[in-house]
């Protein structure tokens, strides 16, 4: 079967740095995507790694390893804004958009 | 504009009512889908439309029934749900089936009674 474990639930510290890890067992792969979605609003696009690395996008930046079956999401200098839920989502040979069940992300002061 | 609407935001309906969700999408997508969120639980995809044909069905009951009359609308209608029905209805769409990065509308959180 088709699979994407992410944790449940992270607290982190506002102006820390929170690493949110997703593994994933998928028939093929055809690139990964993280989602944003603050509660009871829609999920928002954040990033999309289909090769090997690590892009950067300001605060944010996605890490992928292929061969791991493996992505992160890593959140830097942390604002209370940014507590809201963190999807993960493989989109397989089949095009297919195979989805975590998300991880709600707490910032404290 | 959010480029993907949903009508109504909130919607509460005994399980003997008749109830229609709506979408539309402004981003000139081909493709839509619809998708059932509970709480914990992986985004669950239940119909998919390209180019104004169904594509995907996920086994989903029929007491949800979609239409879509164009590319840019979507409607989910709803009929004897129930209570386990309850949960957040998210629409979405995409360019094609191939680009998968999906634009989310806000959703309609939907009681069942």
Known sequence: GQNIDQPTEMTATEGAIVQINCTYQTSGFNGLFWYQQHAGEAPTFLSYNVLDGLEEKGRFSSFLSRSKGYSYLLLKELQMKDSASYLCAVVDSNYQLIWGAGTKLIIKP | ?113
Request: glycine residues 4%.
């Open chain 2, 1 to 113: 504009e959010t480029g993907v609407t949903q009508t109504p935001r909130h919607l509460v309906m005994g399980m003997t009512n008749k109830k229609s969700l709506k979408c539309e999408q402004h981003l000139g997508h081909n493709a839509m889908y619809w998708y059932k969120q509970s709480a914990k639980k992986p985004l669950e995809l239940m119909f998919v439309y390209n180019f104004k044909e169904q594509t995907e069905n996920n086994s989903v009951p029929s007491r949800f029934s979609p239409e879509c009359p164009n590319s840019s609308h979507l409607f989910l209608h709803l009929n004897t749900l129930q209570p386990e029905d309850s949960a957040l209805y998210l629409c979405a769409s995409s360019q094609d089936l191939e680009q998968r990065e999906a634009f989310f509308g806000q959703g309609t959180r939907l009681t069942v009674v």
